[in-house]
């Protein structure tokens, strides 16, 4: 089993930059993929970054490319997620998930089975 502890989330100012972390309790040697999502009130939860643990490969959704990079540490097992030039919109509470399994598709929450933290708020100020 592994457990999942995000931080790193605060209020911070439109334009400003926030990373975020996330922490893998038991040794990563079965993960495949690590990805973050976020949720807003009132809406479903969204894809944000997901990360190929072996490769080190990247997937993003045009709502975040050029402005989030994510990013992981194999010897602390733990997962980034670089936040710049944050808009209003991307206020949310982040989600950390990983896979056993290499995603067919990153952007899919139930392909993360029942790997998830338990979140951190981000909100960004106009």
């Known amino acids: 089993q592994v457990q999942l502890v995000e931080s790193g989330g605060g209020l911070v100012q439109a334009g400003g930059s926030l990373r975020l972390s996330c922490a893998a309790s038991?040794?990563?040697?079965?993960?495949?993929?690590m990805a973050w999502f976020r949720q807003a009130p009132g809406k479903e939860r969204e894809f944000v970054a997901g990360?190929?643990?072996?490769?080190?490969?990247?997937y993003y959704p045009d709502s975040v490319k050029g402005r989030f990079t994510i990013s992981r540490d194999n010897a602390k097992s733990t997962v980034y997620l670089q936040m710049n030039s944050l808009k209003p919109e991307d206020t949310a509470v982040y989600y950390c998930?990983?896979?056993?399994?290499?995603?067919?598709?990153?952007?899919?929450?139930?392909?993360?089975?029942?790997?998830w933290g338990q979140g951190t708020q981000v909100t960004v100020s106009s």
């Open positions: 990360i190929n643990w072996s490769d080190g490969g990247t």
């Open positions: 998930t990983a896979s056993n399994n290499y995603p067919e598709n990153y952007a899919l929450p139930s392909t993360y089975g029942d790997y």
């Open positions: 038991a040794r990563t040697f079965s993960l495949r993929a």
